[in-house]
């Protein structure tokens, strides 16, 4: 086990890597905002907080995508709004800013200790 691979970090990468994925999808549903018959789609965080709450999660535990239920559809069957996706994407663009912020407090707490230690 290397000084950078901990818990925390680990924790942290698992987590930026989440917030990727969820932009990427919130992305994805903006692209197909016009494709006739898409579905929105978002992941979900619930059952990955669950399981790491419950000591699930491992290095390859990755987040659901599921499509999103409840949203009012056109005619043509799609059900993406910009409204709700652009909430999204701030939203987890304020996530990942945190998650690096923790991530860069992390690397300065190691980086203090490997100095205090000369």
């Given at each position: ?73 056109r005619p043509d069957g799609n059900n993406v709004s910009l409204e709700r996706e652009g909430l999204a994407l ?29």
């Amino acid at each position: 086990m290397s000084l950078i691979d901990t818990a925390q970090i680990n924790a942290l990468a698992r987590f930026l890597d989440s917030t990727a994925l969820r932009q990427q999808t919130v992305t994805t549903n903006i692209a197909n905002v016009d494709t006739p018959g898409y579905r929105t789609k978002d992941v979900d965080f619930r059952s990955l907080l669950q399981a790491a709450n419950d000591g699930l999660i491992s290095a390859n535990s990755q987040p659901k995508i599921l499509e999103v239920r409840g949203l009012m559809e056109r005619p043509d069957g799609n059900n993406v709004s910009l409204e709700r996706e652009g909430l999204a994407l701030a939203a987890t663009q304020l996530q990942f800013q945190a998650g690096v912020q923790l991530l860069r407090s992390e690397f300065k707490r190691l980086q203090t200790a490997i100095n205090e230690g000369k």
